[in-house]
């Protein structure tokens, strides 16, 4: 009998480029599935609740921010990549021109900033907008 | 007296608004505060702070399970609101989901946060018994 390495233990969502993505229509409606994903994995790969209350808040602020300026019709699509205590994140969605941006001025994104270690903007290329951010499964200085 | 939203789906948000034995007017709430939830939340403050009285006002949180910032700007600006009347907007209950969001945008600063309803009392202030005109 082979030995199968069993799906979802920590080593599965831990390991080295362990990837999970979620595809959705950009509904806000939607969101909180997305958001359930991003709290799943924090608790598997042993973020302490605050950082996985904020991971998941992040989360949901980005991707609320994406749907925003997605254009009709279109999907969302949301990475994450799990490895070494830290979960990154990559939001995306098709927007309809060059003028649905993302606004940074806003009390959102400052939220984004103070939930996640590190965010910005990606994929600016007029078609698609992207956010991307990550997260540590602790804060450093508390650990 | 009492007004109310029921959840009539997952995700939807439950509100209900009531007036204590004691004088205090409280805003229940059920679900989770988010983007698509917050108007539901707003146009349940607006009417919570319609309620004409001096009294404190309180929204029990206890039943919520995610805040977004969508929800917070919300509670913030009828916080705003009830500082305007003279009055202050009491959080009360509320776990790791609510309190976490109130603390790292540093906003608790604009509420008086309660483990519970029984902390929330009406406080007789001399001189400011009715409502500040603005």
Known sequence: MSEVDPVGTADAVDGPGAVVEVRTSASAALIPTIRAVASDLAARADFDLDAIS????????????????ASPGSGLRCAFRVHGGVIEVEAQVETSGPDSTVSTDTFGWRVLQTLADEVELSGTDGRTVGIRLNKRAADPAHR | MSTSHEPTRPGALGTRIERLASGVLVLWVDGEIDTLTAPTLGTALGSLLDTPGDGPVA?????????????????????HRAESQGRALHLVGGGRAVVRPLQVTGSDRLFTLHEDLSTVTVAPRPGESSPRAD
């Open chain 2, 59 to 79: 929204v029990d949180l206890s039943e919520v399970g995610f805040l977004a910032s969508s929800g917070l700007a919300v509670l913030i600006r009828a916080a």
């Open chain 1, 54 to 69: 904020d991971l998941r808040m992040a989360v949901d602020e980005a991707c609320a921010t994406l749907v925003d300026v």
